[in-house]
């Protein structure tokens, strides 16, 4: 009887001591993750400074999502604060107190939303330069020239910083990117943007980041890694049951305008129209039409 006991108790320890093992290793690799150093050259950039490009860029700054990110003054916000996580902070982009504005050369800034990451090479947590990286010289030239010319925030805050288990889960979940650096193919020269006209082609331009939502083939479905109480991302083919056909274009720039049409109001909180909504007329005809120029599939197919 005793030796039994004995013997469970020695597996349960071997057990408890793996799981340990396990854990700390996760968070020495998480560890190290974060700490890995990306060789990117920098590359010289010239900044427009007419008015026109300046208040493009803000247009850019804003359906681009940067706004929503980093917010209305680029002074900076809490992105995230989960202890499961951790707390996740966008930084001050102006030249204030706390602001990274002065710390950094045009070319870091441009690398760091191309390539996600930090001066020293270190990436970034949850910065989507995923979808940065394909931005055109012109779009990204324009949208920092507006940074640049944002009057000084003072906003101090303190540096992102993962919690213990925040370390762990980027190890074991897919679902999340917690380091966008880590999947950008940074050697590979990125695909020229296509021409600013109302092609499909310039839609899928402007879609990239519908696709975090709405799935890569935009079908649609639970989005994965967001909280369980979000509704699903409606289907956004024209496959069987979507409402996508029946907005009609001028009806999809209308919803996508003012979150609303025939009735249907879009929870602003889970779908980004508030940053949309800034695209033109044109713009939003040729998202519609990319949309519309997808395979047709049932709702879900991520
Ligand atoms: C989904 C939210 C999100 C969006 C959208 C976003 N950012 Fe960020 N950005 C972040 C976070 C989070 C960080 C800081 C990450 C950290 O502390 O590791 C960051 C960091 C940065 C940095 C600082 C890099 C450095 O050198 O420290 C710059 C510059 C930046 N973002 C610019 C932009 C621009 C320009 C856009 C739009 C084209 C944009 N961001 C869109 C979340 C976002
Ligand atoms: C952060 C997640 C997220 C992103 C990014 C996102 N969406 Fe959505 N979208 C949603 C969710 C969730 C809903 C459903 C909201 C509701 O039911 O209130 C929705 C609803 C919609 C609808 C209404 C569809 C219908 O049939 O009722 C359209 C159209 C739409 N999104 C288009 C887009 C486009 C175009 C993009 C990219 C330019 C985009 N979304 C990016 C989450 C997202």
Known sequence: MRSAFKWTGVTLGVIVGLIVLGTLSLYGIGQWRLKRKYDIPLQNIALPTDADSLAEGRRIFQYRGCEACHGEQLQGLVYMDNPAIGQVITPNLTTGNGGIGSLRTDAEMARAIRHGIRPDGTPLLFMPSTEFYFLSEEDLEKALAYIRSVPPVDNEMPASQLSFTGFVVMNITGAITFLPAEIIPHEKQAPTAPEPRVTAEYGAYLSM????????????????????EWPAAPNLTSGKGSRLPSWGEAGFVELIRTGQKHGRMIGAGYMPWTSYRHMTDDELRAVYLYLMSLPPKDFGNR
């Open 209 to 228: 980041s519908c696709k975090v939502c709405h799935g890569l083939t935009l079908s649609g479905g639970a989005i994965t890694g967001f909280p369980p």
